[in-house]
């Protein structure tokens, strides 16, 4: 089975990009590193990559994504900027327009971050958010990780 927005590739039923970012989202509530502090990473690179899912919320991941990993801002500015801005794109905010629809299909997937260990979870993540960010058409770069906060 193919995910039809993001083009992972499941093998066993029942296992499905949702059944993933559900597993995701039990670990990331914990507030255990290193999930909790990265759930906003991942909600932005799940919403990126199912676009017909989370319509709404794709203008502020893609912002965020590109504020943490072109514009190298901390990942914990960066979120508490887009709470308190309650939904609109934080006053001077300078980010590239979203297009209107993905340019190309995702080099990662939900489905490549495994069963999320906490050894690799964060390589994987950053993997993960730049293939997000390249399915929309930035290039954030392949090899340095964000800012640690």
């Known amino acids: 089975m193919r995910c039809p927005e993001c083009g992972a590739a499941y093998i066993e039923p029942g296992d499905s990009c949702a059944a993933r970012f559900d597993t995701l989202l039990a670990l990331d509530h914990s507030r255990r590193e290193p999930w909790g502090s990265r759930h906003g990473m991942a909600f932005a690179a799940y919403a990126l990559q199912h676009p017909a899912l989370h319509a709404r919320s794709l203008n502020n991941a893609f912002a965020a994504l590109v504020r943490i990993y072109v514009d190298r801002e901390p990942r914990a500015e960066v979120f508490a900027r887009l709470r308190s801005s309650r939904g609109a794109l934080p006053a001077g905010w300078k980010v590239p327009t979203r297009p209107a629809g993905p340019v190309r299909a995702p080099s990662t997937t939900i ?13 994987k993540l950053d993997d993960w958010c ?3 960010l390249a399915m929309w058409g930035v290039d954030a770069g392949a090899t340095s990780s964000p800012p640690a906060v």
Not at 111 to 123: I, S, V
Request: no cysteine; charged share 25%.
């Open 111 to 123: 489905a490549d971050l495994g069963e999320f260990g906490a050894e690799t979870y964060t390589t």
């Open 130 to 132: 730049r293939a997000a």
